[in-house]
């Protein structure tokens, strides 16, 4: 009786036990399905190994199907390419642009009217070319300081003004960078259908470059509207700003039949073909303003002096005052807006 | 210099009207995805560990 008397004081704390015990028994090797689909590890751990190059995705509830990859292998590359070898790219290409085009103003100065200003004026560019121009100038100048500071603002900024001020920087940048690329576009498309016309090779164009375009020596060599170095600039805007504008749009909006890689290698190219035209940009701004005397007025009043023009684009001033002499002005008119 | 100022002007305006179209791009997407996935809600407090400088 004794013993009876003493299981039923203890059968409370058994039954305990033996509730304690269940969920431990669940975890037991014996209830995992060994074949189950969900668990492969060696799999993730091969696919984390350096030179693994398996995909590892499943299945996500929220519509972007592209947030149910767990490893993606070709990202270490990409994370290298981006963060290291944009940037190297980038700092070899401007500040190397930035050096040439200074070794060229030391050695060549400025370039001079040898003929002096004539007082006579000839249209250059309209208002609308004009418009078009200062479109994608303006907004080219706002893409390019707010993508340089996405390409070199974390090692030069950040360390400079902080963290909190550089977030801030940074995230107003990207939303600037974004909403301005529209203006961009549209400039780029309208200079397209303006001057493509003028701007196709020729081989008046190899004899401007095999004479140095006449950056070299005091010869002018001949050219129609637009001369090669012209044309250069022109094609490298056209296609940079299109490479620019069509990988810039699949970042932004990520299309969802564009995978992962996909937007990966439109990363690259844009950041890529941006540092490069940043720096074809420089040298047209220097050639335009402190390289070239007479250069400016094209784009400021749309007139460019006579001389200037017989210059550097002799065959299209023999054009212009057959087809249209109204054109050229008898005596310096009055800038355009004035 | 009117060429240019209705550049600047252009560039602005392009700017903002971009930025309500695709504010309202964003809010539409985001009231058709409503309840799928996980997602934050703009006005959420949300708490954590303070960053140690």
Not at chain 1, 226 to 240: C, D, M, S
Not at chain 2, 21 to 48: H, I, K, N
Request: positive net charge; aromatic residues 8%; hydrophobic residues 50%.
């Amino acid at each position: 009786m004794n013993l009876i008397a003493a299981l039923h004081r203890l059968a409370p704390a058994i039954l305990a036990c033996l509730l304690m015990a269940a969920p431990v028994a669940a975890q037991q090797p014996n209830s995992v399905n060994p074949t189950a689909s969900s668990v492969k590890e060696k799999q993730l751990l091969d696919a984390l190994k350096p030179g693994g190059s398996e995909i590892l995705s499943g299945r996500v509830s929220i519509p972007d199907s592209r947030a149910g990859n767990l490893i993606q292998p070709a990202g270490r590359d990409f994370r290298v390419t981006q963060q290291d070898t944009i940037p190297k790219v980038g700092a070899y290409v401007i500040i190397g642009m930035i050096a040439v085009l200074a070794l060229f103003f030391m050695f060549r100065g400025r370039i001079r009217i040898e003929g002096g200003e004539s007082g006579r004026t000839i249209e250059r560019f309209d208002s609308v070319g004009r418009y078009a121009h200062w479109t994608a100038a303006t907004s080219f100048i706002l893409l390019g300081l707010t993508g340089l500071n996405l390409v070199f603002g974390r090692s030069l900024l950040l360390p400079m003004i902080g963290p909190e001020a550089f977030a801030s920087l940074t995230q107003a940048g990207k939303f600037v960078h974004n909403y301005v690329s529209f203006a961009f576009a549209l400039a780029i498309a309208l200079m397209f259908v303006m001057w493509a016309k003028d701007n196709f090779p020729s081989a008046i164009d190899m004899r401007w470059f095999a004479q140095g375009g006449g950056l070299v020596g005091s010869n002018h060599p001949p050219a129609d509207r637009f001369n090669g170095g012209q044309k250069l600039i022109f094609w490298a805007t056209i296609l940079g700003g299109f490479a620019l504008s069509a990988s810039g749009y699949v970042l932004m909006f990520k299309p969802p039949e564009i995978a992962i890689a996909g937007l990966q290698l439109a990363t690259v190219v844009h950041g890529l073909v941006g540092v490069i035209l940043v720096a074809v940009i420089i040298a047209h701004v220097y050639i335009g303003t402190l390289g070239m005397e007479g250069a400016f007025d094209a784009m400021g009043t749309g007139r460019v002096d006579l001389n200037w023009a017989k210059e550097h684009h002799s065959i299209w001033v023999d054009k212009v005052a057959m087809k249209r002499p109204e054109d050229i002005s008898s005596a310096r008119a009055p800038a355009a807006g004035e | 210099m009117k060429a240019f100022l209705s550049a600047l002007l252009t560039v602005a305006i392009i700017g903002f009207g971009a930025s309500f179209v695709l504010e309202r791009f964003q809010r539409t997407a985001d009231q058709s995805y409503a309840g799928v996935g996980t997602r934050v809600e703009a006005d959420a407090r949300l708490t954590g560990t303070p960053v140690k400088h």
